[in-house]
């Protein structure tokens, strides 16, 4: 909830993007940015979709998932799934948002 985060790279990137990240707060939106344009810093440049992501319904320790339509949607409801790792809550959303 407050702003800035933790990587002064990633933050001036960001932060020119969009300034509330560094003016207000660091919200979901700055984490999706920081997703996009940190690629170093968020897993390593992987990205929704990318098949070395590993999969979307079994938890794993780097962010994203390999259904890249799946893998966006999650993201924007909990952008820690797309800049920290997959983790059983993202699989749970996985589970309710993305199956038929």
Do not use: Q, R
Request: hydrophobic residues 30%; proline residues 8%; glycine residues 8%.
């Amino acid at each position: 909830p407050s702003p800035f985060c933790s990587d002064e790279n990633c933050c001036e990137t960001v932060c020119s993007l969009d300034g509330f990240c560094c003016d207000i707060a660091w919200d979901i939106t700055c984490a999706l940015l920081a997703s996009e344009n940190c690629d170093e810093l968020c897993g390593g440049g992987l990205s929704c979709g990318d098949p070395s992501a590993g999969p979307c319904d079994k938890p794993h320790p780097e962010p994203y998932c390999a259904d890249a339509e799946c893998c966006e949607f999650v993201c924007l409801l909990d952008a820690t799934c797309c800049s920290v790792a997959w983790d059983e809550f993202c699989v749970g959303l996985a589970d309710a948002v993305c199956s038929p």
